[in-house]
């Protein structure tokens, strides 16, 4: 099913562009081409939902929409339905080494309204149709969840009146008749999202290069699915969370972790067939080549953490759907190219659930140098049913993780890394891309910010630290010719 590659994960946000965000327009189809000019035959993004409060594309409105600040706004100019002057604006005040998501809402959003309008004006709809029948399952409550949102003030449907908050018939019914418009803009968005994605997909496919998706396990408290799907989640008469998705206090986190999503109803969702989880396997591989699920181990059994907590110290295991899922989506879907983080405290049932799964798992480089214990990240240990990385979206980038790594865990990773024959860069970065290269994993994946060698700045996430993340771009003047030669010559050495 996969067969020796390697990539670059780098999300669609931070390609480089004139409209405050890395988006599908021409940096995009740049990007595609750098890719094969270096011989890579992956590209990793992040999930692409519509981010909310926080901006993580792990805490989106819904589990199937997209993001509408990825839409191309040239591509709109090129159908009419902007001109240049409508974008000069935004233009000028694009930050083009971070995301500034205070301007996309404020700049961007009225844009794709504006297009929406012109496009009432002068379009068939039967594109939209189409695209709206082929969506059903999700696409009216989606539209109708976005609508609502904005006619109160985007609060979060918890607080929203309670006609509204328990989906009283009367009250969708008025919601839909008076919100028509409002609908219809979200659904325009959610068509030029798949449109201008579509197209850029069939370019990358078409120069031999797959993409690799990501969908979180949790889904976000205030989203669509959350809010029309209630009998899916483990919540009271009241539409609120028993108890809440989170990670166990360790060596990192004294309190733990505490993500504060709502769990699911495995009991329930088991009598359904498990039909929401295949629906949103279903159309996530019909946007990607290959899904990376996250946060594997909580489908074993996952930390829940009783609703109101401050911390996640009080949280308990419960047990997960484990194989059970998986083989209903095997049984309706066939077998995917999926793989599988597996980070995180491993028992010996949830790598007895990897291996029954047969879904490769993730192998971190910069996991494996700790002094004190020999551990299973040491590249000599990876099995080819595996994918390698220098480090992940979570993770610090390469340099500054050597910049501020224990002495002498720096010692054991030069001391590993000298042993190491066909490792010949001089500079670190280089050292761990070659490193992951050369192992036995069946695919090999770095950050971007790792070819660039770039420091702490170039960081994208920081677990549980709430601003400041998602926002680093690259800079396209870094993407040279010299660049592409290293890559591809890296890659043809370890037969990449």
Partial sequence: ???????????????????????????????????????????????????GYGDSPYQSYSAFAGNPYFIDLDGLVDEGLLTEEDIKDIKAWNKKDYVDYGLLYHVKTPLLKKAYEKFLLKSDDAGVMEFKEKNRYWIEDYCLFMALKERFGGKSWQRWPKEYKFRLKEAVAEAKASLDDEMGYHLFAQYVFDKQWRKLKKYTNDKGIKIIGDIPIFIAGDSADAWANEKLFDFNKYKKPRKVAGCPPDAFSRDGQLWGNPLYNWKYMKKTGYEWWIERIKASFDLHDIVRIDHFRGFESYWAIPAGSKTAAKGRWQKGPGMDLFNAIKKRLGDLPIIAEDLGFLTP?????????????????????????ENDYLPHKYEENSVAYTGTHDNETVVGWYDVVDSADKKMCDTYLAKIKDVTSPEINWKFIETVWNSDSVMALAQMQDFLGIDTNGRMNVPSVPDGNWQWRVD???????????????TKKFER
């Fill in 1 to 51: 099913m996969f067969e020796r590659s390697s990539g670059i994960l780098m999300h669609i946000s931070s390609l480089p562009g004139e409209y405050g965000i890395g988006d599908f327009g021409k940096k995009a189809y740049e990007f595609v081409d750098f890719l094969e000019k270096s011989d890579q035959k992956l590209w990793q993004i992040l999930p692409m939902g519509q981010t």
């Fill in 349 to 373: 049932r949830v790598k007895k659930l990897l291996k029954d799964s047969g879904y490769p798992g993730m192998k971190i480089l910069e996991f494996a140098f700790d002094s004190r214990d």
């Fill in 476 to 490: 396209e003047e870094l993407l040279t010719d010299e660049l592409v030669k290293r890559i591809g010559k890296i």
